[in-house]
T-cell receptor, first 116, second 111 residues
C-alpha cells in the first residue's frame, strides 16, 4: 500500500530534550516536506526537500532541523524543544511530475507533539 | 493579512443538504486551486483541484474558481455523514511554487 508513515504518533516531552520524528514514504517520491498545523493558522511549511541531500527552509524553520540521506526518509529533528513547538506535525511527499504540479501531496497521519 | 482566508466554522448541516465552503485570497498570481479533506486524526488528502478559472465537477462535489473576485468555492450536493471532516483550501502560483493552505473549515453533517 502506498503510504507515508510517521513515528511516533503521539509524544509528550519536556523543554530542551532533543527529539526526532521519523517520516518514511514508499512511493519513490522526490519531494518531501514537513508542516505544522495549529488552530487558526492552517498548515505551515517547516522544511522541504526536492531530493536526496537537497533541503530548504519553509515558512517557519526556526528551532527545527531536517536531513535527507535517503530518498524514502525525511526525519524532523528538534534539538531543544520549547513549548511553542507544541503542535500537530505532518510529513508529506509528492513526485515532481503529474498531479504534483497541480498541488497533489500525500500526507502522513500526523504526530501530535506536546512540549511541557 | 493572510494570503488565504477561510472561515473556520464549525458548520453543521442536516444530511442531504447542499454545502458551500469558501475561501478568499489576495495573491492574483495564484493559478492552481485545490481542496483537501482531512478526517479526524488523519492527514489531509487531495479532494479536487482546478487550474485557473471555471468549474470542475466530480460526483457530488463541484469546485468553482472566480479569479476576478479572488474567491473559490466547494459545493457538496446530497451531503452525507461521511462528508464530516475539515476541508482545507489550498493554492499555488505555478507548478513549481509552494502550496499555501487555508486554515480549514470544520464541517459536520447531521444524520
Amino acid at each position: 500500500e502506498a503510504q507515508v508513515t510517521q513515528n511516533p504518533r503521539y509524544l509528550i516531552t519536556v523543554t530542551g530534550k532533543k527529539l526526532t520524528v521519523t517520516c518514511s514514504q514508499n512511493m519513490n517520491h522526490e519531494y518531501m516536506s514537513w508542516y505544522r498545523q495549529d488552530p487558526g493558522l492552517g498548515l505551515r511549511q517547516i522544511y522541504y526537500s526536492m531530493n536526496v541531500e537537497v533541503t530548504d527552509k519553509g515558512d517557519v524553520p526556526e528551532g527545527y532541523k531536517v536531513s535527507r540521506k535517503e530518498k524514502r526518509n525525511f526525519p524532523l529533528i528538534l534539538e531543544s524543544p520549547s513549548p511553542n513547538q507544541t503542535s500537530l506535525y505532518f510529513c508529506a511527499s509528492s513526485s515532481l511530475t503529474g498531479l504534483a504540479g497541480a498541488g497533489e501531496q500525500f500526507f502522513g497521519p500526523g504526530t501530535r507533539l506536546t512540549v511541557l | 493579512q493572510k494570503e488565504v482566508e477561510q472561515d473556520p466554522g464549525p458548520l453543521s448541516v442536516p444530511e442531504g443538504a447542499i454545502v458551500s465552503l469558501n475561501c478568499t485570497y489576495s495573491n492574483s498570481a495564484f493559478q492552481y486551486f485545490m481542496w483537501y479533506r482531512q478526517y479526524s486524526r488523519k492527514g489531509p488528502e487531495l479532494l479536487m483541484y482546478t487550474y485557473s478559472s471555471g468549474n470542475k465537477e466530480d460526483g457530488r462535489f463541484t469546485a468553482q474558481v472566480d479569479k476576478s473576485s479572488k474567491y473559490i468555492s466547494l459545493f457538496i450536493r446530497d451531503s452525507q455523514p461521511s462528508d464530516s471532516a475539515t476541508y482545507l483550501c489550498a493554492m499555488k502560483a505555478s507548478s513549481a511554487s509552494k502550496i499555501i493552505f487555508g486554515s480549514g473549515t470544520r464541517l459536520s453533517i447531521r444524520p
